[in-house]
């Protein structure tokens, strides 16, 4: 008679290819892997079908919901952002397929693979990576710099929405535009209502605090002296905040409407470049630490050299890769 084997939690999440992170939930390289799986297997399917797939496998697995769905979603949204997957449209219908095969050198010792195949070099990182690492590139591959893929500085998007030109202008050209249109664009606004990072990079023992609490925190000020800033205004409750320039003169406050929380990010670090005050970032210990929230290219940029940390705004990456980014931020700032 076959001896018929328990099928525990840990079993089941074995069979699946789904391994535990350190948190409890699922890690994120499984589901990165699972989702490559499904893309590859169905051919073109819509991201709803993949979702629903993984948050039923992983549920089936007794992964508690708290972590599936958020999990989940990140992990589609990161590998779309960074080139993995590839949105498109058939028949009306959002789907997901495979990027073409890609190789982006990082180091001399490290490369990323992205996009359609696979690789049987052993793979760099941990459960917590969203795309495959690698120490050496296929057998004919030609890798693409870092800085080929990242393309354009982020900021250079917002610039041309602000003038209407596509030159290449520094980011300390971005804040001075922004300021230009918060003095003569901006719209009168209750002083009383508005929160801004007043307090300059390097204070509060870099803890950038919140503003979507009763009371501020960390740099966050309920008032600003006179000058420009980057603030929020309230929003249609007490939980929704609007990105905005806020310019502060002797007679009039004047706020000006920020297309999104990126744009705002981006006016954060450029605002620390034209008064010589930069945004602080620091590396120990494999770590790489913000004392600032990030735009997305960062984000894009991260997820591809590195995988979270345990902390927010950290992210564990080798000393090569962390050398490649300060280099890349130097180049785009």
Same mark, same amino acid.
């Given at each position: 008679?076959?001896?018929?084997?328990?099928?525990?939690?840990?079993?089941?999440?074995?069979?699946?290819?789904?391994?535990? +992170?350190? %948190?409890?939930?699922?890690?994120?390289?499984?589901?990165?892997? *699972?989702?490559?799986?499904?893309?590859?297997?169905?051919?073109?399917?819509?991201?709803?079908?993949?979702?629903?797939?993984?948050?039923?496998?992983?549920? *089936? /697995?007794?992964?508690?919901?708290?972590?599936?769905?958020?999990?989940?979603?990140?992990?589609? %949204?990161?590998?779309?952002?960074? @080139?993995?997957?590839?949105? +498109?449209?058939?028949?009306?219908?959002?789907?997901?397929?495979?990027?073409?095969?890609?190789?982006?050198?990082?180091? %001399?010792?490290?490369?990323?693979?992205?996009?359609?195949?696979?690789?049987?070099?052993?793979?760099?990182?941990?459960?917590?990576?969203?795309?495959?690492?690698?120490?050496?590139?296929?057998?004919?591959?030609?890798?693409?710099?870092?800085?080929?893929?990242?393309?354009?500085?982020?900021?250079?998007?917002?610039? +041309?929405?602000?003038?209407?030109?596509?030159?290449? +202008?520094?980011?300390?050209?971005?804040?001075?535009?922004?300021?230009?249109? *918060?003095?003569?664009?901006?719209?009168?606004?209750?002083?009383?209502?508005?929160?801004?990072?007043?307090?300059?990079?390097?204070?509060?023992?870099?803890?950038?605090?919140? &503003?979507?609490?009763?009371?501020?925190? @960390?740099?966050?000020?309920?008032?600003?002296?006179? @000058?420009?800033?980057? /603030?929020?205004?309230?929003?249609?409750?007490?939980?929704?905040? &609007?990105?905005?320039?806020?310019?502060?003169?002797?007679?009039?406050?004047?706020?000006?409407?920020?297309?999104?929380?990126?744009?705002?990010?981006?006016?954060?670090?450029?605002?620390?470049?034209?008064?010589?005050?930069?945004?602080?970032?620091?590396?120990?210990?494999?770590?790489?630490?913000?004392? &600032?929230?990030?735009?997305?290219?960062?984000?894009?940029?991260?997820?591809?050299?590195?995988?979270?940390?345990?902390?927010?705004?950290?992210?564990?990456?080798?000393?090569?890769?962390?050398?490649?980014?300060?280099?890349?931020?130097?180049?785009?700032?």
């Amino acid at each position: 008679m076959t001896k018929l084997e328990p099928l525990t939690p840990e079993v089941l999440r074995k069979k699946l290819g789904f391994e535990l +992170a350190s %948190d409890g939930g699922p890690s994120v390289r499984s589901i990165a892997n *699972a989702a490559r799986e499904c893309v590859q297997k169905w051919r073109s399917p819509t991201r709803a079908r993949v979702t629903r797939f993984l948050n039923q496998q992983l549920l *089936a /697995a007794s992964f508690d919901e708290d972590f599936v769905r958020d999990r989940v979603t990140n992990v589609l %949204d990161t590998l779309i952002e960074t @080139g993995d997957l590839t949105k +498109a449209r058939f028949d009306g219908k959002h789907c997901l397929v495979l990027s073409r095969t890609q190789w982006i050198k990082i180091t %001399d010792e490290e490369f990323a693979f992205l996009g359609h195949g696979d690789t049987d070099a052993p793979l760099i990182g941990s459960l917590n990576s969203y795309v495959r690492r690698v120490s050496r590139v296929g057998k004919f591959a030609t890798p693409t710099s870092l800085f080929d893929y990242m393309g354009l500085p982020g900021h250079l998007r917002h610039f +041309a929405r602000r003038t209407g030109t596509t030159i290449d +202008a520094p980011l300390s050209e971005f804040w001075s535009v922004l300021c230009n249109l *918060a003095k003569n664009e901006g719209q009168p606004i209750d002083a009383d209502q508005i929160r801004a990072v007043v307090d300059p990079p390097g204070s509060t023992n870099g803890f950038f605090g919140r &503003h979507d609490q009763l009371s501020v925190s @960390g740099r966050w000020k309920q008032a600003a002296p006179e @000058g420009v800033w980057c /603030a929020v205004r309230p929003g249609r409750n007490q939980f929704e905040w &609007h990105p905005i320039i806020l310019s502060v003169g002797e007679r009039e406050v004047l706020s000006l409407d920020l297309y999104d929380w990126d744009e705002w990010c981006w006016s954060l670090l450029a605002r620390g470049r034209s008064i010589g005050i930069e945004e602080r970032s620091y590396y120990s210990d494999g770590t790489l630490s913000f004392e &600032h929230p990030i735009p997305t290219q960062f984000r894009r940029l991260l997820s591809l050299i590195g995988e979270p940390g345990e902390k927010s705004w950290t992210w564990r990456m080798s000393l090569g890769a962390e050398n490649a980014f300060s280099k890349w931020r130097g180049l785009v700032q």
